[in-house]
């Protein structure tokens, strides 16, 4: 929204107000007006006009937000593209063990476990099980 649409914007949270039995102060409206000012005003209107048609209590600014447009979690979205790269270098791993045991064992970490299995069965009767993380005999 512009900020030319606070008077109309106020003017849909007065419409609710009015069809909830609720009194409209300044400090809800410009809570709301933060909450939803990244919004178009149309959406804004068409899902307040929907709120007082099928719904039984005043909205919450997230009401008044399309659904398909829940926010993502920045913690979660930094976990989920921690894994595609945890999982692109593991495939990387995996694939000069497959093609290139000397360079593999060389990049091994010293003593250990790994480095110990690789040495009692050998780079080829090892791999790297990448969706359970860890290793198993080939």
């Known amino acids: 929204m512009h900020p030319n649409d606070f008077e109309p914007f106020r003017a ?14 300044d400090p809800v409206v410009d ?11 149309g959406t804004v209107e068409r899902l307040a006009t929907q709120h007082i048609r099928y719904q039984k209590f005043f ?32 495939r ?7 093609h ?6 060389k990049r091994l970490p010293k003593g250990s476990g790994i480095e110990r299995l690789a040495a ?4 080829q009767g ?3 099980d990448i969706p359970q993380r860890c290793w198993r005999l080939a």
């Not at 849909?12 to 102060?25: E, N, R």
């Not at 290139?100 to 064992?105: A, I, K, T, V």
């Open 126 to 128: 090892i791999r790297f």
């Open 31 to 41: 809570s709301y007006w933060s909450a939803l000012k990244d919004e178009p005003l």
């Open 120 to 123: 009692l069965h050998g780079p």
């Open 59 to 90: 909205p919450k600014p997230v009401e008044l937000r399309p659904k398909e447009e829940k926010p993502v979690d920045a913690k979660d979205e930094t976990e989920r593209k921690f894994r595609i790269c945890e999982d692109a270098c593991l």
């Open 12 to 25: 849909i949270l007065q419409k609710c107000a009015v069809a909830f039995g609720k009194k409209l102060t």
């Open 100 to 105: 290139d045991p000397e360079g593999w064992l």
């Open 92 to 98: 990387a791993l995996e694939d000069q063990r497959v």
